[in-house]
């Protein structure tokens, strides 16, 4: 068994130990379950309602139905797995409730949808300042990776994918034959895709970033909603 499958076994058995806390009248361990688990939720609910504060809201609202229906949880797999689909649901819900066609979602291939447009539009639309900021760190990361590039590759990419030249001019300029220009072109990509690549997978992790008073503030939200259930 690896390190990673006993951590997994450790985790599934310390949240058992918890729920059947919780089962038993211990409304305080509860917190250990936000505690673990609203970062990862909080991601998952971020995704869907694109929202910072309507999320921490979909977070509670999957705590209390989590905890409202916790003896249904028959432990077939992981804890974390049924409060992802809990909170996946109740964000679904929030965007149902909201008005407008613009508050749905769709889970469809984008490639067979209209939504395969989408970043066209997100491209060639009016940037917000928000977006203006992003493009320019994102020109930024791309002119890194081109000067990255090996010589050879990262001339042939200049004349062809920056000033857009032709194959024949590209190859006229670097005197070289237009099959090495292709062949270099599509090199010169691959390499800036992979490179790119290994960013976006090093740093998705960080995305939606969640600090400690983010977490607080959920743990006390979910505390207080069940309070005012049960003084009602």
Sequence with gaps: ????????????????????????????????????????????????????????????????????????????????????????????????SAKGAKNS????????????NHMADLITGLPTPEQDVARKELHRLLESAIESLPDAYRMVFIFRGVEEMSVEHTAECLDIEPATVKTRYHRARRLLQQQLADLVDSHAGGVYSFDGIRCDRIVSGVFLRLANRNRS
């Design 1 to 96: 068994m690896t390190r990673q499958e006993k951590s997994d076994n450790y985790s599934a058995a310390a949240d058992m130990d918890i729920v059947k806390q919780i089962l038993d009248g211990d409304l305080n361990a509860l917190e250990l379950i936000m505690r673990r688990y609203n970062q990862r939720l909080y991601r998952i609910a971020r995704g869907v309602v694109q929202n910072d504060m309507d999320a921490e809201d979909v977070v509670q609202d999957a705590y209390i139905h989590a905890y409202e229906n916790l003896g249904q949880f028959q432990a077939k797999g992981p804890l974390f797995v049924w409060l992802a689909k809990i909170t996946l649901n109740e964000a679904l819900k929030h965007l149902r």
């Design 105 to 116: 979602i769709s889970f469809d291939d984008p490639l067979h949808t209209e939504e395969a």
